[in-house]
């Protein structure tokens, strides 16, 4: 990268990670020279991506809006799929971003240049396969964990010999007509929850959701926003900002049910959640319905109507065997009971494990990510955004940069923030690249699985999203949304190396160490109060 010019930056994903990377490195950066790659046809990422029936968000949408650009008109607490899409769309268009935008190219290689500081990155195009290739100086992978789906095709033995169509909810086929149909649902998280409710309202239908292990109900309040609730939200001032505000603080105060010390709490919250689910499932699935493990060692399903849909005579939940064989025409269980069907549907969540090694990354010395990680066991970075020996190569949703109860787009724009600072600072010092050094990235990540050793997540040997086969917790941080928004306040330089970096005159010295001091005399009232997120 030529240290007298503004560098050139590639977005991997136009979802609400890319739109908030490129709006954070336009207005807090100056970079205006950044180009999105998105492999969709549109912006939204995964809101654009799945289409199921009943497809909504589970995180209360003031707390699922850009910090920048809050919406005061949400219909309701917990958004559809189609209100979210519209929202993030519209904020790409009236940014200006889609000049910036480039459609229909997946990202298939990254190649790091040590002689220039630069990426060569290939594309194809999704329509014809036409290779296209780009040079950066950075790049911000905006992916996420959500955008490739967990097909569990290895435990469908048969699988490819089923007549019928089989899909992932996340790439949800609409030339299928399901009246009149027998489908199998297999799973029960949360897009199941959503998709089996939406699918039995026909009552032509037949729904048989196939599940091996039970969930964590909570109800849900899904009131409607009044006319003049959203008035406030638009007329006076702070009002939205506070709600949000409100919301964040609601939520991370459940944080402590995750710990081991969280007992009383986390037994408090089991109870509602099992008076809950008494309340709404049937007699005849109690026994298998409430969980033997601990409350939050499994994603927790705020409940769209899933207990009351399994009352409904056209529904049947399968839960005391699985599936032994797919067959031309349904599945053979376990047990020996054969079952007919005419579609299978996948509710089975994603490909958390992949992260960005779903493109082929060389870094410097044709160090390859995925071998990299291989060797530590599955995927880490420093600060869940840089890996050494992978110059200018930032992640937003990158591992361990999640909760399981918080807002993925307040951890999201957390991240952004301290990308964009180390980026400007990298300006600054007139640095070609910069990346973590191995021992400050070891041992932040050794600290990570130190805490989470400490959490129902460590504790629990629970099958989820949240570890990896051989038991490495790669998704989750450990501690609260507040802790992480003041983890990622203030970037380490001493913990990163800038290459070509020229050293600070005594003026920039002087505004370095007063920066530190009034960061030491404000900091508490910024984790204490929250200023603006």
Same mark, same amino acid.
């Given at each position: 990268? @030529?240290?007298?010019?503004?560098?050139?930056?590639?977005?991997?994903?136009?979802?609400?990670?890319g739109?908030?990377?490129a709006?954070?490195?336009?207005?807090?950066?100056? +970079?205006?020279?950044?180009?999105?790659?998105?492999?969709?046809?549109g912006?939204?990422?995964?809101?654009?991506?799945?289409?199921?029936p009943?497809?909504?968000?589970?995180?209360? !949408?003031?707390?699922?809006?850009?910090?920048?650009?809050?919406?005061p008109?949400?219909?309701?607490?917990?958004?559809?799929?189609?209100? +979210?899409?519209?929202?993030?769309?519209?904020?790409?268009?009236?940014?200006?971003?889609?000049?910036?935008?480039?459609?229909?190219?997946e990202?298939?290689?990254?190649?790091?240049n040590?002689?220039?500081?630069?990426?060569?990155?290939?594309?194809s195009?999704? #329509?014809?396969?036409?290779?296209?290739?780009?040079v950066?100086?950075? +790049?911000?992978?905006?992916? =996420?964990?959500?955008?490739?789906?967990?097909m569990?095709?290895?435990?469908?033995?048969?699988?490819? @010999?089923?007549?019928?169509?089989?899909?992932? $909810?996340?790439?949800?086929?609409? !030339?299928?007509?399901?009246? =009149?149909?027998?489908?199998?649902?297999? =799973?029960?998280?949360?897009?199941?929850?959503q998709?089996?409710?939406?699918?039995?309202?026909?009552?032509?239908?037949?729904?048989?959701?196939?599940?091996?292990?039970?969930?964590w109900?909570?109800?849900r309040?899904?009131?409607?926003?009044?006319?003049?609730?959203?008035?406030?939200?638009?007329?006076?001032?702070?009002?939205?900002?506070l709600?949000r505000?409100?919301?964040?603080?609601?939520?991370?105060?459940?944080?402590?049910?995750?710990?081991?010390?969280?007992?009383?709490?986390?037994?408090?919250i089991?109870?509602?959640?099992?008076?809950?689910?008494?309340?709404?499932?049937?007699a005849?699935?109690?026994?298998f319905?409430?969980?033997?493990? %601990?409350?939050?060692?499994k994603?927790?399903?705020?409940?769209?109507?899933?207990?009351?849909?399994l009352?409904?005579?056209n529904v049947?939940?399968?839960?005391?065997t699985?599936?032994?064989?797919? $067959?031309?025409?349904?599945?053979?269980?376990?047990?020996?009971?054969?079952?007919?069907?005419?579609? +299978?549907?996948?509710?089975?969540?994603?490909?958390?494990?992949?992260? #960005?090694?779903?493109?082929?990354?060389?870094?410097?010395?044709?160090?390859?990510?995925?071998?990299?990680?291989?060797?530590?066991?599955?995927?880490?970075?420093?600060?869940?955004?840089?890996? %050494?020996?992978? %110059?200018?190569?930032?992640?937003l949703?990158?591992?361990? @940069? !999640?909760?399981?109860?918080?807002s993925?787009?307040?951890?999201?724009?957390?991240?952004?923030?301290?990308?964009?600072?180390?980026?400007?600072?990298? #300006?600054? #010092?007139?640095?070609?690249?910069?990346?973590?050094?191995?021992?400050?990235?070891k041992?932040?990540?050794?600290?990570?699985?130190?805490?989470?050793l400490?959490?129902?997540?460590?504790?629990?040997?629970?099958?989820?999203?949240?570890?990896?086969?051989?038991?490495?917790?790669?998704?989750?941080?450990?501690?609260?949304?507040?802790?992480?928004?003041?983890?990622?306040?203030?970037?380490?330089?001493?913990?990163?190396?800038?290459?070509?970096?020229?050293? %600070?005159? @005594?003026?920039?010295?002087?505004?370095?160490?007063? $920066?530190?001091?009034?960061?030491?005399?404000f900091?508490?009232?910024?984790y204490?109060?929250?200023?603006r997120?």
């Open positions: 990268m @030529s240290v007298n010019s503004y560098p050139q930056v590639c977005i991997i994903g136009c979802g609400a990670s739109i908030s990377a709006l954070r490195l336009r207005d807090h950066v100056g +970079i205006k020279s950044f180009t999105i790659f998105e492999r969709n046809d912006p939204g990422g995964v809101w654009l991506e799945n289409t199921y009943g497809a909504a968000c589970d995180v209360p !949408a003031q707390y699922y809006s850009s910090a920048n650009t809050l919406n008109n949400w219909s309701s607490h917990y958004s559809g799929r189609n209100e +979210i899409q519209a929202y993030w769309a519209k904020l790409h268009s009236e940014q200006g971003l889609d000049k910036h935008t480039r459609y229909r190219l990202c298939k290689s990254a190649v790091w040590d002689a220039t500081s630069q990426w060569t990155l290939t594309f195009n999704v #329509l014809n396969g036409e290779i296209v290739e780009f950066a100086d950075i +790049i911000i992978a905006g992916i =996420g964990g959500f955008s490739l789906p967990n569990q095709t290895k435990s469908l033995p048969g699988i490819g @010999s089923f007549r019928g169509p089989v899909f992932h $909810t996340a790439r949800w086929n609409h !030339a299928v007509d399901l009246k =009149g149909k027998r489908i199998g649902v297999i =799973g029960n998280g949360c897009s199941a929850a998709l089996v409710p939406a699918l039995s309202e026909d009552p032509s239908a037949r729904v048989i959701n196939f599940v091996r292990t039970p969930q109900y909570m109800p309040n899904n009131e409607p926003f009044s006319a003049w609730t959203k008035w406030c939200y638009r007329n006076v001032p702070f009002a939205n900002r709600a505000w409100k919301l964040l603080l609601m939520i991370d105060l459940i944080s402590p049910l995750f710990h081991k010390n969280g007992t009383k709490l986390r037994t408090k089991e109870k509602i959640s099992t008076a809950h689910i008494k309340k709404h499932g049937p005849k699935y109690l026994d319905l409430i969980p033997k493990f %601990p409350l939050g060692a994603r927790i399903i705020y409940d769209p109507g899933y207990l009351d849909s009352s409904r005579p049947e939940l399968v839960h005391n699985q599936i032994g064989q797919v $067959t031309e025409d349904g599945v053979i269980l376990k047990n020996g009971e054969e079952c007919k069907l005419d579609a +299978i549907i996948l509710a089975t969540g994603f490909d958390t494990c992949t992260f #960005l090694t779903s493109i082929d990354i060389k870094g410097r010395n044709g160090a390859d990510l995925k071998q990299v990680w291989d060797e530590v066991g599955g995927p880490e970075a420093y600060y869940c955004s840089l890996v %050494p020996k992978f %110059p200018n190569l930032y992640m949703g990158g591992p361990n @940069s !999640a909760t399981g109860h918080q993925v787009i307040f951890f999201m724009e957390c991240q952004a923030r301290w990308c964009c600072k180390v980026i400007k600072h990298m #300006l600054q #010092l007139k640095a070609s690249s910069v990346e973590p050094k191995p021992e400050a990235e041992r932040f990540n050794e600290w990570v699985q130190k805490e989470l400490d959490t129902v997540w460590g504790t629990e040997k629970t099958d989820s999203w949240y570890r990896m086969p051989n038991g490495k917790m790669h998704t989750l941080w450990p501690k609260s949304a507040l802790s992480f928004y003041w983890t990622m306040m203030f970037p380490k330089w001493a913990d990163m190396d800038f290459v070509g970096a020229r050293k %600070p005159n @005594s003026k920039t010295s002087i505004v370095l160490v007063w $920066t530190a001091l009034v960061a030491a005399v900091g508490g009232a910024v204490r109060f929250g200023l997120v």
